[in-house]
């Protein structure tokens, strides 16, 4: 067999690392720092995998959201330090993400503050995540600190400690439907059930402060709609909907679950009418394409934000993506098939696999001829080729050397971090096994 020599096979310019580039200059949304928004409300940014909220009240405080772990938490309250007025009065779940309500008992301490969200968060299940796959691994838990950047809307994600259940309190008062106007603390707030990156999340409105808190609706970065690690789809139409419920509070400020807050009326109004937009074009040219007859494969070369909209800084690519989307809505409207007879039953992955190699002329061609297009920086054809021979077969361990060089190319290539993180994290497992 042809050995590889697991290095890049030419030196590469910078302008092919810019994606990488430019996600770790967004590491800076995640700098350590505790934000005061308005007067009472502070925002503890970069000390967990997502935002926590503090809003001062009468003789009291009101918590919004808790951080992913006690540990995190404890940090969390060092840093608020006196402006976190005993007792916490109430504590208000933005939805049920692990990064956002692991903390809650330590928020809570002795004080017995009502823990609120929306009926939503009790009912539904946990979320049905597809197993793990040599080794991919979208928030790059395992990566070595030199490889990893950031997680998309976190510095880090369980890396130092995990995310775990060990701090959530459950609600203790829920509300259902549209939304429900509260006293918490002598501070009058409106909670909006906005779904949309999960079903329950819910909106913190505060609007004798301007303040609005939109849960994990908005985020710096391209709505992730079909997340790689196996979700279904987040609903696009429920999406837009929440965004424009959001849009008509006209928002001073707005505090989202992650990164730094975004301030001025202006700059909300815009931050939130691109994000929508950005969802509603992606959904309406996918629907329109899929009338057409047009596939998957063929509308993510095809659908696109337009230049105004490709520009925003609310928009890039860091988390979620248009291609994603694009996938993630035609699965969920049309199903996996694509309307080519020929894939109604298609053959097995190893039986084409062997067939391909037989018009190769053979493993060890097939394998050269990845090899020369990883030389080339055909990346993604060397990793197509590979696949072959790995699928006719699974332990060939030179192919899966190259396929780690191929992926580790393709990952340092990348501005969205979960497929940085899943490049580089699968190509660390198959690196580890061609050496075994």
């Known amino acids: 067999m042809v050995a590889s020599t697991l290095g890049l096979s030419s030196p590469a ?32 940014v970069g000390y967990s995998a997502s935002n926590v909220i503090l809003i001062q009240g009468e003789g009291g405080s009101v ?51 009502e823990i609120i969200s929306h009926q939503t968060l009790v009912e539904s299940g946990p979320e049905f995540g597809r197993g793990p796959r040599d080794g991919g691994d979208a928030f790059g838990t395992k990566l070595s600190d030199d490889l990893f950047i950031n997680a998309g809307t976190q510095l880090e994600y369980g890396r130092v400690t995990p995310h775990t259940r060990e701090g959530f309190l459950p609600p203790t008062r829920t509300f259902r439907g549209e939304a429900e106007a509260i006293e918490l603390a002598g501070v009058q707030i409106q909670l909006i059930h906005t779904p949309g990156e999960s079903p329950e999340n819910t909106a913190v409105w505060i609007a004798g402060k301007g303040v609005l808190i939109p849960g994990d609706d908005f985020l710096k970065s391209y709505p992730n709609l079909s997340p790689i690690r196996g979700l279904k789809l987040r609903p696009p139409e429920k999406w837009v909907a929440s965004l424009d419920k959001m849009l008509a509070l006209e928002a001073t400020y707005m505090i989202q679950g992650h990164m730094r807050p975004v301030l001025g009326k202006d700059e909300v109004r815009t931050a939130l009418t691109d994000y929508r937009d950005g969802i509603k074009t992606v959904l309406d040219q996918t629907l329109a394409g899929i009338k057409d007859g047009k596939t998957a494969d ?87 080729l590979i696949d072959y021979v790995l699928a006719a077969e699974p332990e060939n361990l030179a192919a899966k050397a190259i396929k780690a060089e191929a992926l580790t190319a393709l990952g340092e290539r990348q501005i969205n971090a979960t497929a940085r993180n899943y490049y580089l994290t699968t190509a660390q497992h198959l690196s580890k096994q061609s050496r075994e």
């Open 63 to 113: 918590i919004v959201d808790t951080s992913a772990n006690p540990v995190d938490a404890a940090a969390i309250v060092d840093a608020f330090g006196e402006r976190l007025v005993r007792p916490v009065r109430a504590i208000i779940y933005t939805h049920n993400h692990p990064d956002h309500s692991g903390g809650a008992k330590v928020f809570a301490g002795a004080d017995n503050p």
């Open 13 to 44: 310019s910078a302008d092919e690392f810019a994606g990488r580039e430019q996600l770790r200059a967004s590491s800076v949304e995640f700098r350590r720092e505790v934000i005061e928004v308005t007067e009472g409300v502070f925002a503890a």
């Open 298 to 384: 063929e509308l993510v070369q095809e659908v696109r934000l337009s230049p105004e909209l490709a520009k925003s800084p609310y928009l890039q690519e860091y988390y979620g993506t248009v291609a994603w989307a694009v996938r993630g809505i035609y699965a969920d409207y049309v199903g996996w098939f694509d309307g080519n007879p020929t894939n109604l039953n298609p053959l097995s992955p190893a039986l084409r696999g062997r067939k391909m190699l037989e018009l190769a002329g053979g493993v060890d061609n097939m394998v050269l001829r990845a090899q020369e297009a990883i030389e080339a920086k055909d990346f993604q054809w060397g990793a197509e």
